[in-house]
């Protein structure tokens, strides 16, 4: 197999390169997924575009006050063992340590992970509920901020298209009584992709200990990672008993929408759900208490 090969080290180059391939040409960072592709053939492209050179695509910062940025081609393996990370978004550091092996986290980008637009990414639930954003440049629309939950389209689709080009993830910083939580289930303990996972965030009022905020997102279970919105609102507002919680856990095992295949039956998978959802209210629950 034969194809081309460019090393931008400009955003307008990199985009000028991908407009000029419209749709034939493939963005390269970690390459932990493309190549395995390309060696099996199971997609072909007229060339590669690898984007390490690019200006501050590979930084990881945080800022008091504001959170914490990450470069699109911010390794997984850096995430994991930011001691911010670890701190200040468990939920995040729990979903990037599952995912492959060390070896393949010393590779693997950050923004990879997202762009693969895959219905079970493990960074997306973690993000989703943390607030997060990323940074764009979309053609015809220049730059743009997007929600994480907003950026998936489809399974191995995104707002991106074929030509846009993901520059950053921004994860605001907690605020008060904040904790999060994330967790999967796979059929086996490592390097797996999972049959469910579920993520949530929690902020409790200061004064009565009442669920102020609250995000949980689910994976795998949809075409898109999403937002279980009716669970949320079962939450808000109030005290965070057992009974409340399992309520809660129905209501999101209710709004996902799995299919069957040969890792597992739907009915399965939302039962999965339902028990992932509770444990990571209850863990979420219990970081954000003072």
């Known amino acids: 197999m034969r194809f081309n090969y460019f090393e931008p080290t400009s955003v307008e180059e990199a985009l000028d390169t991908l407009r000029e391939g419209d749709g034939r040409y493939k963005l390269l960072a970690g390459g932990t997924d493309l190549i395995i592709h390309l ?28 959170g914490i940025h990450f470069g699109a081609a911010a390794t997984l393996r850096s995430i994991e063992t930011s001691l911010t990370v670890r701190d200040h978004y468990p939920a995040l550091a729990e979903a990037i340590r599952v995912i492959g092996s060390l070896q393949l986290r010393n590779s693997a980008t950050i923004g990879g992970n997202i762009c693969n637009a895959s219905p079970s990414a493990d960074s997306a639930p973690a993000l989703m509920v943390s607030g997060a954003s990323v940074s764009c440049r979309i053609s015809g629309n220049g730059n ?12 191995g689709r995104s707002v991106l298209g074929s030509t846009g080009l993901l520059l950053a993830v921004d994860v605001p910083e907690p605020l008060g009584l904040t904790g999060n939580s994330f967790e999967r289930f796979t059929p086996r303990n490592a390097m797996d992709i999972a ?16 669920i102020e905020e609250v995000a949980i997102a689910l994976g795998a279970v949809a075409p898109t990672p999403v937002r279980a919105h009716k669970a949320e609102d079962v939450l808000r507002g109030k005290e965070p008993t057992p009974e409340l919680l399992e309520t809660a856990a129905e209501a999101a095992m ?6 069957d295949d040969i890792r597992g039956s739907a009915k399965y ?21 003072p």
């Open 269 to 289: 998978r939302r039962e999965i759900i339902r028990v992932l959802v509770r444990r990571t209210l209850e863990r979420a629950i219990s970081r954000a208490k």
């Open 39 to 66: 060696r099996r053939g199971v997609t072909r492209y007229d060339a590669l575009v690898n984007i390490k050179l690019l200006p501050d695509i590979a930084t990881l910062s945080a800022k008091p006050g504001e």
């Open 254 to 259: 209710d709004e996902c929408r799995p299919i």
């Open 195 to 210: 049959i469910a996972s579920a993520a949530s965030q929690v902020t409790l009022a200061q004064s009565s200990g009442v």
């Open 144 to 155: 743009v901020v997007v929600p994480v939950e907003d950026f998936f389209e489809g399974p």
